[in-house]
């Protein structure tokens, strides 16, 4: 700063500049440290948190990579504070869970068929093969072809029972709803069946009406019905029993037969499912699994209760809808 004076005198005050540009050099320095120092950390912060948050995503996505291989047998297990990831992968574990049962059913499914269709394949086989050995009589040629049509038989009630259940799984049974009376189709039910020496007991409550698909229900009634007699020893007694209230129509059908034991009791409606007791007797053990599906179809229940050598109880219950 300059202070002219009197006489051509100046007055020159000056302060050294050195202290403040030592202190911007300073501030300079500090700053060319920082930013070398901040912008990597803040990149490798920003790739840390990034990282935690997607990496559930990638392993989910590495989980795809391994369904796609056709390893369903692990469960996914990602840790995650996530709520939105948890409930994810929950829903993922749980549709893996579906689709392994249903892989499971099948391959059983495939399984069991195969056994059933291959028995009385090989039984044809068989006596056809010992009957082309050596020329026969007519009358031995009658008697083969008469056991080869037992299996015959056996063989296309397998492909009606499997194309039954086939079409039940793909939703494509019309389901005809009519008024019908439901003593009628027992009676007339029983009296189709060939029942040789056991006796039919038919205890019905009067005027029983139901709104239900005939056909189908005959059909349920049928497979029931069949199976009493062909598990109750000659000499039997099969009682059949309908009751209603304002909401069901009941249909008990009980039999004095073999029984089913504590342990095949909760099998039988599987399909394929043949008890320790039905031994040799002609069946596919789809009938039973047929008629749950019925009945089902129909809004309504089927159980049974069982106590071994005195008999067997099949009680239908179906609610009136229309
Ligand atoms: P199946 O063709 O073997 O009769 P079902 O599905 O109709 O097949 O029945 C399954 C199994 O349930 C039978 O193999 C048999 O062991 C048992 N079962 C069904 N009904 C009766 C019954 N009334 N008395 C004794 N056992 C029965």
Redesign the pocket.
């Known amino acids: 700063m300059y202070f002219p004076l009197s006489g051509n005198r100046i007055i020159s005050l000056a302060k050294s500049l050195e202290e403040s540009e030592e202190m911007i050099g300073r501030v300079n320095r500090f700053l060319v440290i920082a930013i070398i120092i901040c912008v990597p950390l803040t990149i490798l912060i920003s790739w840390l948190i990034s990282g935690k948050a997607v990496s559930p995503i990638i392993a989910l996505a590495n989980f795809g990579g391994q369904l796609r291989e056709g390893k369903l047998n692990k469960d996914i297990e990602i840790r995650t504070e996530g709520k939105e990831i948890e409930t994810m992968v929950d829903t993922f574990n749980k549709v893996l869970e579906n689709i392994r049962n249903l892989s499971e059913t099948q391959k059983r499914f495939t399984q069991d068929i195969s056994h059933e269709i291959r028995s009385p394949l090989t039984s044809l086989r068989g006596n056809i093969e010992v009957t082309l050995r050596k020329k026969r009589t007519s009358e031995e040629y009658e008697d083969v072809l008469r056991r080869n049509l037992y299996d015959v038989i056996r063989l296309i009630r397998i492909a009606d029972d499997l194309l039954f259940l086939a079409k039940a799984d793909n939703n494509v049974i019309d389901i005809r709803k009519n008024w019908f009376d439901v003593n009628h189709l027992l009676s007339a039910t029983i009296e189709r069946l060939d029942h040789n020496s056991i006796r039919f007991s038919e205890d019905y409550k009067e005027g029983i009406e139901y709104y239900g698909d005939i056909n189908l229900l005959e059909q349920a009634l049928s ?2 019905i ?3 007699i ?3 020893p000659e000499g039997g007694i099969i009682t059949v029993v309908t009751e209603e209230d304002e909401n069901s129509v009941y249909i008990k ?1 009980s ?1 004095t ?4 034991p504590d342990k ?1 009791l909760p099998h ?2 599987d399909r394929f ?6 031994g040799r ?11 749950k599906w019925i009945i089902e179809s129909h809004g309504g229940t089927i159980s ?1 209760e ?1 106590s071994l050598n005195s ?2 109880t ?1 009680t239908i219950s179906l609610p009136k809808t229309e």
Do not use: H, M, P, W
């Open positions: 497979n029931i069949q199976n009493s062909k598990y109750t059908i039999d037969g073999l029984g089913i095949d039988i409606f499912y043949r008890g320790e007791r039905s007797s002609s069946g596919t053990g789809l009938g039973l699994s047929i008629a049974v069982s008999g067997t099949f």
